[in-house]
């Protein structure tokens, strides 16, 4: 094998495993789960929820933003999943430092049915270790966080992290 091969090679194998640990972050594979840290009292739209509520069924709390690109392109997937979700679990949103109004707007432009919540302060989302929006966190039936999907998920990848989680 020749010297440039061979670096190739090693390039390409590092190239590979940073893929792998890339995707182990972001889906929160092989990561211990912890409990959830309390939801924001305040709500936007739908019912009260909290943590205790959530108890005996997987939940995903998906923090959002009117405000955020990546939140706008993912909304139709939740609105989809929620809509198929039945008594399988339960979907939370929580809407994360931004305007009421613009929470209220964004809401009724997605046609989102499930409970909303208001985190204004922040103060919840560095609680849950948000590190950017969309970020689903994904609880099971104890209410603790198996699962940190990050970006926008499709209705496919929900599915997935839901199955996993049951």
């Excluded at 590092?14 to 305040?42: M, N, W, Y």
């Amino acid at each position: 094998m020749t010297r440039g091969r061979a670096i190739g090679l090693g390039i390409l194998a590092l190239v590979i495993a940073g893929v792998v640990v890339a995707e182990v972050v972001t889906a929160g594979g092989g990561a211990a789960s912890r409990p959830a840290p309390q939801l924001p009292s305040q709500v936007l739209s739908g019912p009260h929820v909290d943590l205790a509520s959530l108890r005996g069924k997987p939940a995903l709390v998906n923090f959002w933003a009117s405000w955020c690109g990546p939140c706008k392109q993912e909304a139709p997937e939740l609105k989809r999943f929620s809509d198929g979700l039945g008594n399988r679990a339960t979907l939370v949103g929580v809407d994360w430092g931004d305007s009421a109004d613009g929470a209220r707007e964004f809401i009724a432009k997605s046609g989102w049915r499930y409970p909303i919540l208001r985190d204004p302060s922040q103060k919840v989302g560095t609680q849950y270790g948000l590190n950017g929006l969309p970020t689903t966190f994904v609880l099971d039936a104890d209410g603790n966080i198996v699962q940190t999907l990050q970006g926008p998920q499709t209705f496919a990848k929900l599915q997935q992290a839901l199955a996993a989680a049951e």
